[in-house]
T-cell receptor, first 116, second 112 residues
């Protein structure tokens, strides 16, 4: 069974400050890991994904995440927050192979607020 | 290339009624997954369709059912609606071997 825990339902930062959104997962097999962003009244947009290649993954809009197997973590970071980063962020885990593609388990989400 | 489109965008139903939500998958994507996102929660996997057959199901009762058509579009049907069915329903399409599905903007269902 897979599960995802996002630590902190709300994170608040100042514009220009570091963004750190935490995600821990459990999976009985090597996982695929994802970060999605959701703006109000919209669907999910993929920020980045880990698919067993490089452990440091770079995504869109300056975000990156590092897969740490020993810590079962996949935290999302951005060096300098922008007002447009204010949104809800979801970490998700999926399985590789067979009929498992596209079936994701999501965390509860973290709402990021950016103050001027 | 067109993305995933869902209709309608909003819907209000009464408890006990039935509802059908529709999804057109991204061009070339033959796999469709449906997710339920309750307010303040992360999306939960309902089921997936591949080549018109159900290909996995999450922890949802049988009154949640689906169809996939030869053009890969899909429907989600919910019978005997309950208040707790109020949520954003997301459709996502993918191709075998692609780990990340592409999501539509969802249908917001309100059950009163």
């Amino acid at each position: 069974a897979q599960s995802v825990t996002q630590l902190g339902s709300h994170v608040s930062v100042s514009e220009g400050a570091l963004v750190l959104l935490r995600c821990n997962y459990s999976s009985s097999v090597p996982p695929y890991l994802f970060w999605y962003v959701q703006y109000p009244n919209q669907g999910l947009q993929l920020l980045l994904k880990y698919t067993s290649a490089a452990t440091l993954v770079k995504g869109i809009n300056g975000f990156e995440a590092e897969f740490k197997k020993s810590e079962t973590s996949f935290h999302l970071t951005k060096p300098s927050a922008h007002m447009s980063d204010a949104a809800e962020y979801f970490c998700a885990v999926g399985w590789a192979g067979g009929t498992s593609y596209g079936k994701l388990t999501f965390g509860q989400g973290t709402i990021l607020t950016v103050h001027p | 290339e067109t993305g995933v489109t869902q209709s309608p965008t909003h819907l209000i139903k009464t408890r006990g009624q039935q509802v059908t939500l529709r999804c057109s998958s991204q061009s070339g994507h033959n796999t469709v997954s449906w997710y339920q996102q309750a307010l303040g929660q992360g999306p939960q996997f309902i089921f997936q369709y591949y080549r018109e057959e159900e290909n996995g199901r999450g922890n949802f009762p049988p009154r949640f059912s689906g169809l996939q058509f030869p053009n890969y579009s899909s429907e989600l049907n919910v019978n005997a609606l309950e208040l707790d069915d109020s949520a954003l329903y997301l459709c996502a399409s993918s191709i075998p071997g692609q780990p990340d599905p592409h999501f539509g903007n969802g249908t917001r269902l309100t059950v009163t």
